[in-house]
């Protein structure tokens, strides 16, 4: 869960760029942020500071919703779970079908996209020996659906609206560690294929026996 800043904490993310989220500071200040779930630390060089979706609202919240806190957490979590999408309401995927929602196209989205993205390689990175993020970690594994929505939206794929429409579609399958993803035509179902491949998913398409629609079998690549 996300603390509220200090007031100086406040004002670094106030100077945070207002697309990309990334923030300056000094290494004591960053560090607090991370803390505090609002920010995260991109695990490839030269390893900027960006904002999380929580320090997102936080920095467009007005002045007078502002509380700021002046104690730090005493065992704070490590950054890439703050930063990571949670299934609890701070950020979900969208996996295709959901009700439309005003402004989820717009630039403030695409931001917490993008933060839930990165915070996920970060998530990747400090669960691995080796610090790689070519592959799946155990959040993705154990909330597949989510995961591969997430890597999709991250890619630029348009969820289906709740008509069908021309967006992808990410479902659970009765398969151990598996999605089924659905698109509109081939073109649009073989891109998101290459997306998960490219995001460490193996990926297999397949026809339904009974409808003849075509489909993906995605499952997070074995370590």
Do not use: N
């Amino acid at each position: 869960m996300a603390l509220s800043p200090t007031a100086a904490q406040r004002r670094v993310i106030d100077a945070a760029d207002p697309a990309t989220g990334r923030l300056k500071g000094t290494e004591a200040q960053l560090a607090a942020l991370v803390k505090r779930g609002l920010a995260f630390r991109h695990p490839r060089p030269p390893h900027d500071h960006f904002l999380t979706p929580a320090g997102h609202r936080i920095r467009e919240s007005p002045a007078d919703a502002r509380t700021p806190r002046t104690t730090e957490p005493a065992t704070p979590e490590p950054a890439a779970p703050s930063a990571a999408p949670s299934a609890g309401g701070v950020f979900a995927a969208r996996v295709g079908g959901e009700d439309a929602v005003p402004g989820d196209a717009g630039p403030a989205r695409l931001r917490e996209v993008r933060s839930a993205w990165q915070g996920l390689l970060e998530l990747r990175r400090m669960t691995r020996s080796d610090g790689s993020t070519d592959r799946p970690c155990g959040w993705e594994r154990t909330h597949l659906v989510q995961a591969a929505a997430l890597a999709l939206e991250a890619a630029g794929h348009r969820p289906a609206g709740p008509d069908g429409g021309d967006g992808y579609r990410v479902r659970a399958t009765p398969q151990p560690e598996a999605v089924a993803v659905y698109g509109p035509d081939g073109t649009a179902l073989r891109g998101c294929g290459a997306t998960l491949e490219g995001a460490g998913w193996q990926v297999g398409e397949h026809t339904e026996p009974r409808t003849r629609v075509r489909y993906l079998l995605a499952s997070p690549c074995k370590v």
